[in-house]
């Protein structure tokens, strides 16, 4: 429940339309109070006794003022609070948002795409059941229940006390269901994770599962997680739906009760008749706030459930990059920079990698990848990094914009260590181009203006030409206009790539790192890739993994990566001489076909 209580922060500028909503709950519960009261009067003196026409109508126009003024004030608070909840629940998904691009690049390769979609999509709209409706029955029916109570104390307080004595028991009841109700909701959400994630994945790599003939294993794969899924929600609804026969039955209990003992002091002509009507009235509308408030109880216990999930995400630390987390304000969420840090400093000798370790940590056990890298990248200058699948290479080139961070050793630019430097600035000197291409379902001219999206669009074209992606851009549909569709499937592998060098080219950083940035294309679009790389390259200090051999060969250094160690660095010619670990990679990957331009495996 402590998870529930800082959702409260959330509802702190929505303070003003709490306040009207509570008011209008309470004037529910006065509405509810009064025609208890009136039962009395209308019972013995109206059609008992008999009472003059005209007390009757006002009788009758009190009843419909009231039923009216109940009928308001119960619209105005499920609309305010509703309103209320929709604005926390905004707050949430964007908070939970700005977390999640916050969070270190660890947190997300550990966790599944769909799963934290579900937790921004799935969960938060439990919470959105528990603030916009919940909420409003527990104040609303409190009240009103509060009321039914003072009339029946008002009545015969021992008869009252009667009643009262079944509450023990329904708190009991719905204490016990509560919790094991609140761990099948947890199951169900966590089952729910799993089952995006898995739709996530087979729809984002479809293409792959028609090519190996595995729709149906996939199928099978999904029916599964449908149905660990299924059995997860029917357990939480069946425990959510007995909470309803158990209260009825405690009810008919009391009221066996109530009837048995009331009928004897009507008879003894301690109450009137229209007392134990008003009496019993009171009882039966107690009953609906209570079968509500147990209700609630069940979308409670779901909404605690999905909030600790939310808070999972949002307890974990982000990267220094956005500064101290605020809770929403009404106003903008704002990135602060990272105090005591210093300045990025020009890259004029190089980046240096000083007896570099590093380990993934997991939760598991700790798997070391790099052992005592040290390797120097003078500024202006090319290092293709080359070695068998798995050694590290990809590992060496995300420490430099610290997308991981050193177990040991250090990274520095020009003499200062990054990890002394904001991340911001680091990163604003660094352009990444990889073999996974990611373009957004935006404009083309968006998508290469990424990073500078105010950016003129004679820039954005100068770009593209250097990139070699004026022409095709220019015969789109609506040429930089065009609209690309999620990740940008409508255009070729190679004119993907042509965009995201354009994109680096724009944001013009000193600092430039190829990641396979030519696999997989065919010998034309890996032409014109190649001609866009020289023109990125240019003036640039580049790290390059795993390229083509034609780029590794014009490489002013190549690093031979094996088992996360440097074994061997040189040019191509001097590596090559020597016979090593270099020479027998050639031979293996690139002798046969290096006119092809076959590239190294990464």
Same mark, same amino acid.
């Given at each position: 429940m402590t998870n529930l209580k800082r959702l409260f922060r959330f509802m702190k500028p929505h303070r003003q339309r709490m306040a009207g909503a509570a008011a209008a709950m309470g004037a529910v519960a006065v509405a509810n109070y009064a025609i208890l009261l009136m039962i009395e009067p209308i019972m013995d003196q109206t059609l008992v006794e008999g009472a003059a026409s005209s007390y009757v109508r006002k009788v009758a126009a009190v009843l419909v003022l009231l039923y009216l003024s109940m009928g308001i004030a119960r619209y105005l608070s499920t609309y305010l609070m509703g309103?209320?909840?929709f604005a926390v629940v905004r707050d949430l998904r964007v908070h939970l948002y700005r977390h999640l691009q916050f969070l270190p690049l660890g947190f997300h390769?550990?966790?599944?795409?769909?799963?934290?979609?579900?937790?921004?999509?799935?969960?938060v709209l439990a919470i959105q059941e528990a603030l916009t409706r919940v909420l409003v029955d527990v104040v609303r029916e409190s009240l009103t229940l509060v009321g039914c109570l003072? !009339?029946?104390?008002y009545v015969d307080w021992l008869l009252a006390l009667i009643i009262l004595a079944a509450a023990p028991l329904l708190i009991?009841?719905?204490g016990r269901l509560g919790k094991r109700l609140r761990k099948a909701s947890h199951e169900a959400q966590r089952g729910l994770g799993q089952l995006s994630a898995l739709l996530q994945e087979t729809l984002t790599g479809i293409r792959v599962v028609k090519a190996f003939g595995m729709e149906h294993a996939e199928t099978e794969k999904f029916r599964r997680a449908a149905e660990r899924l299924f059995r997860h929600s029917l357990h939480a609804e069946r425990l959510g739906a007995i909470s309803s026969p158990l209260m009825e039955f405690i009810g008919a209990c009391a009221g066996a009760a109530v009837l048995l003992y009331g009928s004897g002091r009507i008879a003894a002509g301690v109450l009137t008749m229209g007392q134990f009507v008003m009496f019993l009235t009171a009882g039966l !509308?107690?009953?609906a706030p209570i079968r509500?408030?147990?209700?609630a109880n069940v979308r409670i216990q779901a909404a605690a459930a999905a909030s600790e999930r939310i808070f999972e995400i949002l307890d974990s630390p982000v990267e220094p990059l956005a500064g101290s987390a605020e809770w929403p304000d009404g106003g903008e969420l704002k990135v602060t920079e990272e105090p005591g840090k210093l300045q990025m400093p020009a890259l004029v000798h190089g980046i240096a990698f000083e007896h570099v370790c590093f380990a993934y940590d997991d939760g598991g056990p700790t798997r070391q990848v790099l052992h005592d890298i040290t390797l120097s990248v003078p500024a202006g200058s090319a290092i293709a990094l080359v070695g068998e699948s798995g050694g590290g290479k990809s590992t060496i080139a995300n420490l430099i914009p610290r997308f991981h961070t050193p177990t040991a050793g250090a990274v520095k630019i020009d003499g200062v260590n990054i990890r002394d430097v904001r991340l911001?600035?680091?990163r604003s000197q660094i352009s990444v181009v990889t073999q996974e291409t990611i373009l957004f379902n935006d404009t083309v001219r968006a998508n290469i203006a990424y990073c500078q999206p105010g950016i003129s669009a004679d820039a954005v074209a100068r770009a593209a030409r250097a990139a070699f992606a004026h022409e095709f851009i220019e015969a789109l549909p609506e040429g930089y206009d065009t609209v690309l569709g999620e990740r940008g499937l409508r255009l070729s592998g190679g004119q993907r790539q042509r965009i995201a060098i354009a994109r680096a080219l724009l944001k013009n950083a000193p600092i430039l790192i190829l990641d396979e940035a030519t696999s997989n294309l065919d010998v034309r679009s890996d032409r014109l890739v190649q001609e866009a790389l020289v023109n990125l390259m240019e003036g640039r200090t580049t790290l390059i993994i795993a390229h083509r051999l034609s780029t590794i060969q014009s490489a002013d250094m190549i690093v031979v990566i094996d088992a996360g160690r440097v074994v061997e660095q040189g040019t191509h010619d001097q590596l090559l001489a020597r016979m090593g670990p270099y020479q027998r990679l050639y031979a293996m990957?690139?002798?046969?076909?290096?006119d092809a331009g076959f590239a190294l495996e990464n």
């Open positions: 309103s209320v909840g390769s550990s966790r599944s795409t769909g799963g934290l979609m579900s937790r921004v999509t799935s969960d003072a !009339v029946m104390f009991t009841v719905i !509308v107690a009953y509500r408030l147990s209700n911001i600035d680091l990957h690139f002798a046969a076909s290096a």
